[in-house]
């Protein structure tokens, strides 16, 4: 497999968190272009991170500027609907 290209064994988690960055980013009344400058990120990669049709891995510590932004706890990213 070439090194541009990387199997994501949980590719479905990666949905779900981005599906509810998402949730949350719309229930707190704000942009992908609002929440990027709050959380210190560019839109196109908050807009990657959000879509259901791309995976994009991403670190803690911006998992933790995304939540600090939108005032959740961390964790309420990570719990998903069964």
């Known amino acids: 497999m070439p090194d541009n ?3 994501f064994e949980n590719k479905d ?4 968190l981005g599906l509810n960055i ?3 980013r ?3 009344g704000l942009t ?8 210190g990120l560019s839109r196109s ?3 990657a991170i959000e879509a259901p049709s791309i995976i994009r891995s991403f670190s803690l510590e911006i998992l ?6 939108l005032d959740v706890e ?3 990213l990570l719990q998903f609907r069964d």
């Not at 988690?13 to 779900?16: A, D, F, H, T, V």
């Open 5 to 7: 290209h990387i199997s």
């Open 26 to 28: 719309k229930r707190a």
């Open 74 to 76: 961390p964790y309420r």
């Open 64 to 69: 933790f500027h995304i939540a600090r932004a």
């Open 32 to 39: 992908q272009d609002m929440l990027a400058e709050k959380a």
């Open 22 to 24: 998402a949730f949350y």
């Open 45 to 47: 990669h908050l807009s």
């Open 13 to 16: 988690y990666y949905i779900e």
